[in-house]
């Protein structure tokens, strides 16, 4: 029995190694936030004093120490975050993930965001570039001095964090307005419809804002019919390319002036629909410098507060989701596939050699294209050519974006905007923003209020017929973009007589406006919710704005349930789903049956009417719900989309009405059981914060992705976009990916009274217990302070002399 007890106590003394080692790892990983360091690259004292939710206010004696202390800070609380955001930037995914990130890189490195980086700081403007090199320096000085232990991420990985350049901000930047602007998905769609469907049939599916005309354009389905363009075209650039133009990505905004508020002083809330992740895309900090305070939220990878409140304003963005992309079929020369055919004649594609790094496995080469236009995206794709066979292609795709130009403007703006003491001031500065391009709501402390949508707008052509809707022949001068809008010419509105401006992503010009912006603006339901509690009452107050940024009424499922209050279906369900439905306002509260039955059956129903037109796979490949068609089909009770044409029958919308209701039930009663009263929407529907790249991998995910059951749905003005294609790891259906991000409430009267929020918590470290502090407050729409906050943590960072 004595090798028994010797054995018992080796397991004793082995277990108790590791939790010492455990003990001392994780102390040696999170950050020094008391005492002083002695740092290069400082002129002066900095005081960092953090509060118990982890937000630090940086004292500093210039605007450059400021960013080198902000630098640290993100380095500190984020350093996983930074090199990822360098990574996506950079296209170099594979290096650290291996192959299954290969495409991805193959796309990003088509796209060419790192070279476009490039050629932006080389003309960036002194003020900015030395911001950049401070908070670049200030990163740096952590990594290279000052971190003790590697974050976990870098340690299960086997990798060793890398220098920041002021090139990484500047692609991040890039890769922000990328998430931000998906007109060029929406264009092979169209191009992909046009092959099988009459361009009539198109606008049905994918149909104008409402009440607006289908925008008159030339008949594309027989022109790429006469181009021979392959059905395939664009499909893997898609499938490799990092998400864009998610619908549920845009955000709310809303001002009041003093005169509709119970302070006499402009109130300002805003909340930006963005992915969610772990950690938030946000990062709180509270700025104090001789040329005036900040607080608000910053972007790790970014040298400035985004959104935010100084000394004289406040502002908050929503996206404009303007059509600043546009594709272009570059017909390629033949016998010569490196030339391309162009309105002057045949050209040399521009070639750039590119090496991937895959971790696991060999280098691999690629050489990417770039045309007149821009990059040739299709080069991002391995294997058969994305417009014919890979050793002998007809055309390669190009990409016209206003974020790839040369010449820069967006962190300008910012920085001006941050330091604006007035509304006009402001104005002023966003004039040169570029993208992504924001509509914009900011308030004063002399009362004034106004909304500007800043951003780099394209003008095409009056002989483009076709719009930039779907990719145009570039070898055709009129499809050629004509130079851009002139920056004060935007939509703008100023002190309104009605005394409040907002914005939800609906379209924010009157059909007066003479420029075009975009024809895919979001659907109106939450800017029409917003309308409705604004003008509910004279007066508002800081608890009016909370509740409004906390309604859960979706507007789009008042209007579809009389329909799903027709489906006679013949589940043994479906009596007492009726039942449930008779009861049900809209309002997508998280504890009830309601809006789940109601989701599952308008996710079967939208299958059933497109599946044989749009594809097999019908959110495969798409951003949108389709909900506009879906709405418009069954009103006018329209035949031709309701019959399966894969089917000898013809079924009636009647029928394809009761059948996704039977489906619905089905699926929701192997889900969550046979008892009705046991359903909630809030059991499907739970806001995940992904972690890149650990929530993919099942033992990883339950420490480090956060979850919160959540109500709400795509439409409600608490945003929680509704995800129809099931989950590519765990299968789930219904998950909330895409919500308020940050939620904000601004007092210009008393900034002791304004209040935000984030996602999920200051800290980037899952071994930090300000890793997910904040997502149960964040899932309740509670706020912490924007200003103020007792310092707990005292660090100063002094100059090396």
Known sequence: MRWMRWGGLAVLVLAAGMAATWAVYRARALPQTDGALTLSGLRGEVRIERDA???????????????????????????????????????????????????????????????????????????????????????????????????????????????????????????????????????????????????????????????????????????????????????????????????????????????????????????????????????????????????????????????????????????????????????????????????????????????????????????????????????????????????????????????????????????????????????????????????????????RIAMVSAGRVPLRKPDNELKGQVPSPGWEARFDWAGYLDPTATPREADPARGWIATANQRIHGPDYPHYITSEWALPYRMQRIEQMLTAKQKHSMADMQAMQRDELSLAAVRLLPVLRRAASEHPLAAAAQRELAGFDGRMAGDKAAPLIFWAWARHLAQGLFADEAGEKVWAGSARAYREALEAVMERDDAWWCDNKTTPAAETCAQQNAAALTQALSELQAAQGPDMAAWRWDRAHQARSEHRPFSKVKFLARWFELRAPVGGDTYTVNVSRVTLKPDSSTGELYLDEHGPSLRAIYDLGDPAQSRFMHSTGQSGLALSPLYGSFVERWAKVDYVPVWGGVAEHTLLLLPQR
């Open 53 to 447: 939710f982890g937000i630090p206010t940086i004292r500093a004696g210039s605007q450059e120490d400021a960013a080198f202390a902000l630098g640290f800070v993100h380095a500190q609380d984020r350093l996983w975050q930074l090199e990822t955001h360098k990574r996506i930037g950079a296209g170099r995914l594979a290096e650290a993930f291996g192959a299954p990130a290969l495409e991805t890189d193959r796309f990003l490195r088509a796209l060419g965001v790192r070279r476009a980086a490039a050629a932006q700081w080389a003309r960036i403007e002194p003020r900015a570039r030395a911001g950049l090199l401070a908070y670049s320096a200030g990163i740096n000085a952590f990594v290279q001095r000052e971190m003790k232990a590697r974050p976990p991420e870098f340690v299960i990985l086997g990798l060793q964090p890398e220098s920041w350049a002021p090139e990484d901000s500047l692609a991040w930047a890039i890769m922000m307005a990328w998430d931000l602007g998906g007109n060029w998905a929406t264009e092979l769609q169209r191009m992909r419809l046009a092959l099988r469907l009459p361009v009539s049939r198109i606008n049905e599916l994918l149909p104008p804002y409402p009440g607006d005309k289908p925008l008159v354009t030339a008949d594309y389905a027989a022109l790429f019919r006469s181009l021979k363009v392959d059905g395939s075209l664009g499909s893997q650039a898609l499938a490799a390319a990092p998400e864009s133009g998610i619908e549920g990505v845009g955000s709310n905004n809303w001002v009041l002036a003093g005169s509709h508020t119970t302070t006499g002083a402009p109130l300002l809330a805003n909340d930006p629909h963005l992915k969610l992740s772990a950690p938030a895309l946000w990062y709180f900090v509270r700025i104090e410098t001789p040329q005036g305070k900040v607080a608000g939220a910053t972007m790790p990878g970014l040298p400035a507060v985004v959104l935010g409140q100084n000394d004289h304003i406040a502002w908050g963005f929503t996206n404009t989701g303007p059509d600043v992309q546009d594709l272009y079929l570059e017909r390629i020369q033949p016998g010569d596939p490196g030339r391309y055919q162009t309105p002057q004649g045949w050209e040399k594609f521009e070639t750039f050699a590119e090496t991937i790094k895959v971790k696991g496995g060999p280098d691999v080469a690629v050489t990417v294209r770039a045309t007149r236009h821009g990059p040739v995206i299709s080069d991002g794709a391995a294997g058969e050519g994305l417009t014919g066979p890979a050793g002998t292609p007809t055309y390669a795709i190009a990409m016209r974006w206003t974020a790839l130009d040369p010449d820069p403007g967006t962190l300008e703006a910012t920085i001006d905007m941050t330091q604006a003491r007035s509304v006009d001031e402001f104005i002023r500065a966003t004039a040169r923003h570029v993208a992504p391009m924001q509509n914009m709501v900011v308030a004063d402390r002399s009362g």
